[in-house]
């Protein structure tokens, strides 16, 4: 029979357990995970960054009526790609100033499909011609894919760090005990103990956005990470496509008849669409086999006010106008899925949500900085010699200052890349990610090179000073400095701007405070024989007791 | 004004919960409240917060007003944490000067 003492031992060590293994969960993919997160929180505002980024699309002060635009879009597709098998058109809306279409064109090699891509002016109908970048793709890109490997690699390797994310976000959990107790606790100047509470803060008051946002960046891949129950459930190429129709509007299109019939009304079958869902709901249009008579129309529902990634579509008749069908849900597995991707995504969200989005990701964000920069406050206390460290320490630490102070110089220069680098530059859009590679291993360069404290301060400064002469930067090349944004009420270009100077105060008081007190440099705890602080009433009392928060 | 009357009621939640906790009535009253007002407090902050989801469910659905919901609460927590440490911080530094 187990007494209160054996389950007071057996529940120390179940969370002692934890607690390495959150630390450690949370320390081998840390790097990539404060990466993961922090372009994951810009991804809330991709579209705005990549209207910042394509300064010559005028900002559209009201929005077209959406049919107009998608008949207008469909003619000049019609004569750029006459006899494509397959276009797709994304209509305008508040987030976007143009309409992003592609077309297939003829296959680059056996089993290649090839595609073309170019934006569209939403008033006119014209190409329009603009820098040559991928805008906030990047950062969307790079948080689940990464680069410069095959991107099957880089989402094993996102689902990896996600699943570290998990088990660590769990173990911390469990390692926390005192989670309502010490809900509003922080300790100031307390070395080690600040910044454990810090952290506490972060990961407590964010929880359900942090599982919600790991557990469904996992959901977002698991045809890749585990493709065996739909290749058990569906075997037949006719199983295959009606799973196809329900986790997407878009199809591949059949044998082209080959008697030619233009399209009817695109305009029409758009307003059909605005009947049901509403003038500014309507989200794309994707034609396969336009010009032929097995033409098929798919106008799909917009993201709007809607907690589901799952289609939504009307499907028409391309040669007749005809609706032949409305899909207006999918089975209930598969709307699972689809809630689980929106609520990963955020495209639902109105512009507060969205802040809210942001905010809370951010915190996320430092919730991971906070977790590597806290590894190293409490082992440099234990440190035989602090000024001559071991070399894992070292490594940790040199990391940590080019992952975290690094990423922002590294994220900044990638912006000033869109400004600086000539428009002529052949693949100038890799270029701009070259930068922002070659400036991120530049930083780590500098890490192992100076010492640890000069390095985080430096670091710091040079970001808040990018971050700071961006809109500088902004007015100086383009013709929408921050003075013509706020006069003519253009909130992407003045929110960018202004949220450059918010962040490049953030770095600067980080940098200040480096300088002053270092990152985990200075004290770490208070000797235990010291007097209670008035501020540290509960800690003593916890101390007493052998409860330290951890 | 739907996310501005949530977002003030989370305040309002988080600083009663707050203050129903034996750390922050030390550090702004200097003493622990008895048993009777931190029970008050307690439902005082935790029916705000259920207010201010009822506010955001009956404006936006139950999906979008539970994503919102999550939001403001945090954000609200997180200001409250903030406004403690400024506090705090405020009264150290007039006790020095």
């Known amino acids: 029979m187990k007494t209160d003492n054996d389950q007071r031992v057996a529940g120390r060590g179940l969370r002692q357990s934890m607690s390495g293994l959150h630390t450690w969960a949370g320390l081998l993919l840390g790097w990539l995970l404060y990466a993961m997160f922090l372009t994951g929180t810009v991804s809330y505002f991709k579209e705005e960054l990549s209207q910042w980024m394509r300064p010559e699309l005028p900002r559209l002060a009201q929005l077209p009526d959406p049919a107009v635009v998608a008949q207008r879009v469909a003619d000049e597709i019609g004569m750029l790609a006459p006899g494509t098998a397959q276009w797709s058109l994304r209509l305008p809306d508040t987030r976007n100033n143009a309409v992003n279409a592609f077309w297939r064109t003829s296959a680059r090699g056996p089993g290649q499909r090839g595609f073309e891509e170019a934006r569209f002016d939403p008033v006119t109908g014209h190409k329009v011609v603009s820098r040559d970048t991928l805008g906030g793709e990047v950062f969307y890109r790079f948080h689940f894919q990464f680069y410069y490997m095959p991107v099957v690699w880089g989402r094993w390797l996102a689902g990896i760090a996600a699943m570290f994310m998990l088990v660590a976000i769990v173990a911390g959990v469990i390692t926390h005990k005192k989670i309502f107790t010490d809900f509003f606790t922080f300790r100031w100047g307390r070395g080690q103990r600040s910044w454990l509470d810090a952290h506490n803060a972060l990961s407590v008051f964010g929880l359900p956005f942090h599982i919600m946002i790991t557990y469904t960046g996992l959901v977002t891949l698991m045809a890749l990470y585990m493709p065996w129950g739909e290749r058990a459930a569906f075997k037949t190429p006719a199983e295959r496509q009606q799973l196809a129709a329900e986790l997407s509007a878009f199809s591949q299109p059949g044998k082209p008849s080959g008697d030619k019939l233009p399209l009817a009304s695109v305009e029409e079958m758009v307003r059909q669409a605005q009947a049901r869902w509403g003038r500014d709901n309507v989200g794309r249009v994707n034609a396969n086999n336009p010009g032929d008579a097995t033409a098929r129309i798919a106008v799909t529902r917009g993201d709007d006010a809607r907690v589901s990634m799952s289609p939504q579509y009307m499907e028409f008749d391309g040669a007749t106008g005809k609706l032949l069908a409305v899909h207006d849900g999918v089975g209930a597995a598969a709307e699972t899925r689809g809630v689980l991707y929106a609520l990963h995504l955020g495209r639902f969200s109105d512009v507060t949500t969205r802040w809210l989005y942001f905010l809370v990701s951010l915190m996320g964000t430092a919730m991971v900085g906070t977790g590597l920069v806290m590894w190293t406050v409490k082992r440099r206390a234990k440190l035989a010699d602090p000024a001559r460290p071991h070399l894992g320490f070292r490594l940790v630490e040199r990391l940590n200052i080019a992952s975290i102070a690094g990423l922002s110089i590294a994220m900044t220069a990638f912006l000033w890349g869109n400004r600086l680098l000539p428009l002529t530059l052949e693949n100038r859009a890799y270029a701009e990610i070259d930068l922002f590679f070659t400036v991120w291993a530049l930083t780590l360069l500098h890490a192992l090179l100076r010492p640890a404290k000069a390095a985080w301060v430096e670091q710091l400064w040079a970001a808040a000073a990018l971050l700071a002469l961006l809109p500088v930067l902004n007015a100086l090349t383009t013709q929408r400095p921050l003075w013509h944004s706020l006069a003519t009420g253009d909130w992407v270009f003045a929110g960018v701007d202004l949220m450059c100077w918010a962040l490049a105060a953030l770095h600067g008081v980080l940098a200040l405070r480096t300088a002053r007190h270092g990152v985990g440099f200075g004290r770490t705890t208070r000797p235990r024989n010291a007097e209670p602080r008035s501020d540290d009433r509960g800690a003593a009392a916890a101390a007493a007791t052998g409860e330290a928060a951890r | ?97």
């Not at chain 2, 622990?32 to 931190?38: F, Q």
């Open chain 2, 1 to 97: 004004m739907m996310h501005a009357v949530a977002q003030a009621l989370c305040l309002i939640g988080f600083a009663a919960l707050a203050l129903a906790t034996r750390r922050p009535q030390h550090e702004i009253i200097g003493r622990s409240l008895p048993r009777g007002p931190v029970s008050t407090l307690r439902l005082a902050g935790a029916a705000a917060l259920l207010i201010a989801l009822a506010v955001l469910v009956e404006g936006k659905d139950w999906g979008l007003g539970l994503v919102a919901f999550s939001g403001h609460t945090t954000l609200a927590a997180a200001i409250v944490y903030g406004a403690l440490i400024g506090y705090v911080q405020a009264v150290a530094r007039r006790a020095r000067s």
